[in-house]
């Protein structure tokens, strides 16, 4: 299977069983009414309990998309079924194999601002903003910082300081989001691979995990990687337009498009997984 074949197959998956599609749009929809809650009483008991609401579901989540891909690897072709204990573990062990992948790229890019001075360099220029005397004028009279205050505050940084941070600071920045792209396909390797043998072992061994996107192709897996990402940038731009209608939009939004993706993505990688 090409990966052009995979991307339109997994786009086609959810139409295959549209009660299951809009079963897991119902999880999303409660979703996004508890994040609606959180965001209406933003303190409070309401609050607290949308909160632990909120994160048991994604947790729950995390963990479905495991048996989204362990069915997909098992070349069944259903929405599988809610088996919430087991779900929400494998949502945990989930979560903790994005922790540990996503926090080797984390620290390569902390080093990275070090090496380029983004650190040095701003505290230099947060010492600039802080001593300046038209700010302390300011802040000790109890007025208003205006235009005029901000522009002689940089007026009194170095240019010299400035582009030097500004250098550094967008070097760090494509550095991190190459390292992020990169350790991103790592993780969804790690993920079926997971799925495949309901090890967080198995998921977090970087070796195998070469092994197999060498062994699907490594020219395959990057076109698959970027083909899924334009695909997904359009359903969710379409999504987007949906999500302005007034009132109802972010809930049509989280109940079709959110679940769409959601399964779309997770049989993605369990049919590019099966390729190698």
Request: hydrophobic share 60%; aromatic share 12%.
């Given at each position: 299977?090409?990966?052009?074949?995979?991307?339109?197959?997994?786009?086609?998956?959810?139409?295959?069983?549209?009660?299951?599609?809009?079963?897991?749009?119902?999880?999303?929809?409660?979703?996004a009414v508890v994040d609606y809650l959180i965001g209406v009483y933003p303190t409070g008991i309401i609050y607290t309990l949308c909160g632990i609401i909120s994160l048991i579901l994604s947790i729950f989540i995390l963990g479905y998309g495991l048996s989204l891909i362990k069915n997909t690897i098992d070349g069944k072709d259903n929405i599988p079924a809610f088996d919430f204990g087991k779900n929400f573990v494998?949502?945990?062990?989930?979560?903790?194999?994005?922790?540990?992948?996503?926090?080797?790229p984390t620290i390569l890019t902390?080093?990275?601002?070090?090496?380029?001075?983004v650190f040095s360099n701003g505290f230099q220029i947060i010492d600039y903003v802080i001593s300046s005397p038209a700010l302390n004028q300011t802040l000790t009279a109890g007025a208003p910082?205006?235009?005029?205050?901000?522009?002689?505050?940089?007026?009194?940084?170095?240019?010299?300081?400035?582009?030097?941070?500004?250098?550094?600071?967008?070097?760090?920045?494509?550095?991190?989001?190459?390292?992020f792209l990169i350790f991103t396909l790592f993780t969804y390797i790690g993920l079926a691979r997971m799925a495949e043998y309901d090890s967080l072992k198995a998921g977090l061994s970087l070796g195998e995990v070469f092994k197999k996107?060498?062994?699907?192709?490594?020219?395959?897996?990057?076109?698959?990687?970027?083909?899924?990402?334009?695909?997904?940038?359009?359903?969710?731009f379409i999504g987007g337009l949906v999500s302005m209608i007034p009132y109802l939009g972010v809930f049509i939004f989280a109940l079709v498009f959110t679940s769409f993706l959601f399964i779309f993505e997770y049989r993605a990688i369990g049919l590019i997984y099966n390729q190698g």
């Open positions: 299977m090409g990966i052009t074949d995979i991307i339109k197959e997994s786009l086609t998956f959810p139409t295959k069983d549209t009660k299951g599609w809009m079963i897991i749009g119902v999880l999303f929809l409660v979703m494998d949502g945990l062990k989930s979560l903790v194999l994005y922790i540990v992948y996503f926090i080797i902390a080093i990275v601002m070090w090496i380029t001075g910082v205006t235009d005029a205050v901000i522009q002689n505050i940089t007026g009194s940084i170095p240019t010299t300081l400035i582009n030097s941070f500004f250098n550094g600071f967008v070097i760090s920045i494509v550095v991190g989001i190459v390292l996107i060498s062994s699907i192709g490594w020219g395959s897996y990057i076109g698959w990687f970027i083909l899924l990402i334009v695909v997904s940038a359009i359903i969710g």
